[in-house]
Structures are given as C-alpha cells and as structure tokens.
C-alpha cells in the first residue's frame, strides 16, 4: 500500500484558489496519493475545470463541530487513549489560551475527526495556508504521530500571531511559501529560534497550457472615442486589501475627454459599499460589476480588456496580497498591468518594463497612470509584451515544481509545455 498525503484546506473547491488546484493536480500527476480535507465546504457557484480533472476524494470536517456531535464523538472514542491525543489537547489549550477565536475553539474537534478518519496509510498532513489549516494539521499530526508541512501564502503570514507562527516553523517538518518577500519574513522570524533557512521559496506560477498565448495584432483604443473606450479590467474580491475604494478615486480624477470602462470580476463583502461610492462619484455608468464568474469567462475578459488594474493595498487588519494569480493570468494575455509597489507585487512587475507599479493608496499616481496608459497604446502594447515575456520565461508553473515534488518524495521529471 502506497503512503498517501491528506491536504488540508481551509474551503474546497474555492475560485479563488486555483493556485491550490493547480498544484494538487500537477502533483497527482507526478504519481502522489493526495487526499483532501476541507474544512468548509463549496460557496461559489462556479467551478474551475481543474476541479475536475483533480482525482483526490475530499472529506469535509465539520465546520461548526456543534452540528455533528455524533461524529465528533466517535472520534473521540477512537482516539482518547492515545499518547498523540493528549498530547494535541494540552498544545490546544495553551494555544486556545494564548488566542482565543472561534476558529481555534473549533479546531481541535476537526483535527479530532481529521484523525480518525485518516486511512491507514496516510503518512503525512499537508496544510495550505499558516493559521487555521495548518493549526487542525498540526493537531491531528501529534495524535497520528506523523510529520505535517504547510505552504504559506498571504492573509496567514501577515495576520497569524508571532508566536503561532513561530512555534509552527518549529514543529513543522517543513514550509515552503510562494513569495520571496514571504519567504524573508518568514525565515527573519524562524532565525530568533534558531532555525536558520527554514522556508523555502517555492512560485505558484501558471500552467500556461491554460493560458494560450494571445493574439497581439487587434487594434486598441487611445480614450479619444466616446463610442470607443478603452476597457480597464480587474479581478479580485471586493475586501480592503484589494484596494478598490482607492481605484475608484484614481478613475473618478481622470480627464472627461478620456473614455474608459472598468470591468470588475470577483465577490466580496465590500462589492455593494463599492458601488454605492461608485455613484456618489458619478461614475458608476461606466462600470460593469460582473460579480464571481467561471474561468472561461474570466480568460474572455483578459482578452478582450486594454489595460488590467490591482491596487493592492495593506488592510488596517494586516492582510495584504501576496503575489496576486490574477496579475500573472493578465501578463500571460498580454495586458499591460498597473499595480501597487506592495509585498510581492514587484517581484513580477518591474516597473517600466513589464508593467506600472504607484505607492499603495495613492489616488493622484494610479490616476496619473491609468491616464498615461489610457491615451497610449503603443505603450500598453510595449508593457503588455513585456510581462508576458516575464511570465513566460520566470513563472511558469512547472518552473518551480520540481523543488515542490521533491518535498513529497517525488522524483519523475515532468514534462513542460512550449514557451
């Protein structure tokens, strides 16, 4: 019997989330086992493709343990005379002590399940993301007594407590993180303990099989045309970090003889306060608010758009953007992409060459470059050709692969598509 790894996620299957998707399936298709836990269960309405070419059976824990007593209790039965359990409860109780939430009140009873459930043969736990994922992994690990690793990403480095994360890079049998500026922070905080280069830069990247190269020679617009305006995209969930209030503002101060449209794509929580304070600045008529959409749409969009725009900022809660998938995705379709100098954001745009990057909250800059890119495409299309160089030619996602594969074991070499 082959040893199996039970990946566990904070919601599955997530749109906004197939930088995870693309790596479990590139990953079964290297030959490893992967089952999935999924803490939540589906809220889009979408599905990504990938989802369906993914092999792994998924287990969804209980989300409120209140709501299935009967479950938890069995695996309290199974597994209460175990060294491993006791041991998970006295590092819950410190941790539950130290921070308090609802999530790691709950997270001990899915760890419970996690554990129980767990088929014989699963010699490892792997959490994506550093707080509540990595926290139930950790748990049902120590019960198991099995090694757990976790990938890191954004919203978890910056928001997790220091001394959770400081004592999960202890504990974990290794981490690896899709940013080099993740990656710095990350080690500078496993340095104070003395474990010195613990995380390991690895890039999501993009399977570019699914993103064909695109056709450079359609005509695009200067903004001079009322009939004819330049079309602005962008994709992201409505919520503080994303930074549209700051968008909206940029676009609102640009010249009235310059014609544009903003296609935006994505949900979130802030999307009706968003287009409330779009119409107190008389520009909501030229806006198109098309909410969360399949990636067949999402890619018929980054082809027919001008100019793509993220205006990353960092959150009052410390959230921030990592690498965003999404500026990758708009780089590979050849749009030239106007972003912030924020986190990792730098580390595929460079500014001048391969896109347009502004200080984080700064309506005057974003405006004065959406009005510079909107009057010029010969330069949109200069910008455009380089990101999708970079793309290309640095993130593809097989490009780091390999150092993932290794990590589980895996030796095959993979076979990578044409640049």
């Not at 309405?45 to 993914?54: G, K, M, T, Y």
């Not at 990938?151 to 049998?173: C, G, M, Q, Y």
């Not at 970090?241 to 794509?265: E, F, M, N, Q, S």
């Amino acid at each position: 019997m082959s040893a199996a790894v039970v990946f566990v996620l904070k919601g599955y299957p997530r749109l906004s989330e197939t930088f995870i998707a693309q790596e479990i399936l590139a990953l079964e298709q290297r030959g490893l086992d992967i089952r999935i836990a999924s803490i939540r269960r589906p809220t889009d309405a979408e599905r990504h493709p990938i989802h369906n070419d993914i092999k792994a059976r998924v287990t969804y824990l209980p989300e409120f343990p209140a709501l299935e007593p009967l479950r938890v209790f069995r695996a309290w039965k199974g597994l209460h005379s175990r060294p491993g359990f006791w041991a998970a409860r006295r590092q819950w109780l410190r941790d539950l002590r130290r921070g308090p939430t609802p999530a790691r009140a709950r997270s001990f009873a899915q760890a419970l399940v996690l554990a129980h459930e767990a088929a014989p043969e699963v010699s490892r736990l792997h959490a994506h993301f550093l707080h509540t994922p990595a926290s139930v992994a950790r748990y049902a690990a120590m019960m198991l007594d099995i090694p757990w690793s976790c990938s890191a990403h954004a919203r978890d480095i910056w928001t997790t407590p220091v001394w959770e994360k400081t004592e999960k890079l202890k504990t974990a049998d290794w981490l690896v993180t899709c940013t080099a500026h993740g990656q710095q922070y990350l080690n500078a905080l496993a340095a104070l303990s003395d474990c010195l280069d613990a995380v390991e830069l690895v890039y999501h990247g993009l399977d570019l099989g699914r993103f064909p190269p695109p056709d450079f020679s359609s005509a695009k617009g200067d903004g001079s045309s009322e009939k004819d305006p330049v079309v602005i995209l962008s994709v992201g969930r409505a919520v503080e970090k994303k930074g549209y209030g700051t968008l909206l503002g940029a676009l609102a101060r640009l010249p009235d003889d310059l014609h544009w449209r903003l296609v935006h794509i994505g949900g979130g929580p802030l999307r009706g306060r968003l287009q409330r304070h779009a119409r107190a600045l008389g520009i909501d008529g030229r806006i198109t608010w098309m909410g969360t959409c399949a990636q067949e749409t999402v890619l018929e969009h980054y082809r027919a758009a001008d100019l793509f725009v993220l205006a990353s900022r960092l959150a009052p809660d410390g959230d921030r953007d990592g690498l965003p998938n999404v500026l990758m995705e708009a780089q590979s379709q050849g749009l030239a992409c106007v972003s912030t100098a924020l986190s990792a954001i730098p580390e595929l745009i460079v500014d001048g060459e391969t896109g347009v990057l502004v200080p984080p909250d700064d309506e005057e800059s974003l405006s004065a470059a959406l009005a510079e890119l909107l009057a010029d495409p010969d330069l949109r299309a200069r910008l455009g050709a380089g990101g999708h160089r970079r793309v290309r030619e640095h993130f593809s996602h097989y490009r780091d692969l390999d150092r993932l594969a290794r990590k589980f074991g895996l030796r095959a070499p993979v076979v990578r598509e044409c640049a």
